[in-house]
Every structure is written in C-alpha cells, then in structure tokens.
C-alpha cells in the first residue's frame, strides 16, 4: 500500500505504459484518474480528454479535486511516435508541430496547471515520461520524437530543481524500448528494422509496460523522497552499453 491514501492522475492511461500504471498505482492503494483522448481510460474516474488542449487540461484537474479534494500525483505519459517522424530532411513541419504538441507542449500544460494543486496538498510527485532517446542519438532517426524527449527532459530537471523546497519533486522517466502493440507492429512490419534495434538492448530483449510502471510506482511513493530532476533511466542497459552480450 506504498501509495495509500494518495490521488494519482495518469495521462495516456487507455494502454502500454499508462495502463500498466493505472494498475499498480490502484494495486498500492491510490485513487488514480485515467486520462486519455480516448474514452473509456481504466480508472477510478475516467475522463476523455485531449492534453494539447489548455482548457482540457484545466478542466481534468479542477473535475480531480472535485471528485476526490486533492491531487498528489502526476504521471505525464501522454505520448505519440508516428511513422512520418523520421529524418529531418524528410519530416514535415505539420509532422513536426504534431509530436511536438502531444509530447512536450502536453507536459508543459499538465505541469503549468497541476504543480498548483500539488503545491496546495502539500506537496507531491510528477513524473513525466521522457525516453532513453532523450540521452543518446539514433541514426534510424524519429527528429521530432527524439527532440520532444530531449525538451521533456530538460522541463522535468527545470522544475525538479525550481520546487525542491516547496514539497513537488519532478523527475523524468526516462523508459528504453516497451513491448507495446506500437512495438510488436514494427517486428510484423520489418523485422529488419526492429532486429536493429534489439542488438543494442543488453538484456536481449525489450521492457514489458509492468516494468516501467514499477518505476513510475518507486517515483511516485515517499520510497523517492529524496529523488528529484533526475533522469531516470530504465532501459535494459542501452545508455551504458558500447558492445552488448552475443
């Protein structure tokens, strides 16, 4: 019951990484509200919303603190990595704006109108959902993903630092390849493509959502207490690996 008592919000809780965490954050005793732009999120209360929209966003925190008084967690997750993300000589600016908006202008909005109602409980987590991508470079390029991380990364350690002392530590999860459908497509599509990837991973395999969510659980229980504006890095061993086991 490492997070009893405690109201937890998740964006892009509808699957993978959210899913997982709406989960385990029930399983430890919090309340958690699912968010997603789909409808139907798991949850003790789902809300449809979309996290690019500034009155949305408003409107998911104030339902929060209505339905529940308080909010102690935020798990910023909401995310999307489209296929016309690739090389900068071939993304589009439209391409561009839209990972751009779901990945980072989301997490900035989440943490501009959330932080004031963890500050007014006393305090809290965020945890917002950066990559591994975010600390190394690829050359089968997503330009507008990887830059989008890259922002959530800097925006989390920004803020970690900034309310250190106001009782909100923020730290960016920092998750390596998940197994989520996204994944399992591309091994479908071109198993080539995804072969290339997989070498890198010294575990010798990709992260199944449970796990990444138990680090999103550890960020968000008093266990963290003295973790904040870290890059928080849950990857099979990618970042510290020059040549990885046969």
């Excluded at 789909?38 to 104030?62: I, N, Y």
Aim: proline share 4%.
């Amino acid at each position: 019951m490492r997070l009893k008592d405690k109201v937890c919000v998740v964006t892009g809780a509808s699957g993978g990484i959210g899913a997982a965490t709406v989960e385990a954050f029930r399983r430890e005793g919090a309340t958690v509200v699912g968010a997603d732009l789909a409808a139907g999120a798991p949850g003790d209360l789902s809300l449809q919303v979309d996290v690019t929209d500034e009155a949305q966003v408003v409107d998911l925190f104030a339902r929060t603190v209505q339905a529940y008084g308080r909010i102690d967690v935020l798990f910023n997750n909401a995310g999307i990595s489209p296929e016309d993300d690739a090389s900068v000589l071939e993304t589009t600016l439209e391409a561009w704006d839209r990972v751009q908006n779901v990945n980072l202008r989301s997490i900035f909005l989440c943490c501009r109108h959330g932080i004031p109602h963890l500050l007014a409980s006393g305090g809290g987590s965020v945890i917002n959902t950066a990559s591994f991508v975010a600390v190394m470079g690829a050359a089968t390029s997503q330009i507008s993903y990887t830059a989008s991380k890259g922002g959530v990364l800097a925006l989390s350690r920004e803020l970690g630092v900034e309310f250190a002392r106001r009782g909100v530590r923020v730290n960016a999860l920092c998750p390596g390849p998940v197994d989520t459908p996204l994944l399992r497509e591309l091994f479908a599509k071109d198993p080539e493509r995804a072969a290339r990837r997989l070498v890198h991973v010294p575990m010798g395999r990709f992260a199944r959502p449970e796990e990444i969510a138990n680090a999103a659980l550890f960020l968000a229980s008093d266990e963290s207490s003295f973790v904040t504006a870290s890059t928080f890095l849950v990857d099979g061993g990618i970042s510290g690996a020059y040549v990885t086991p046969e």
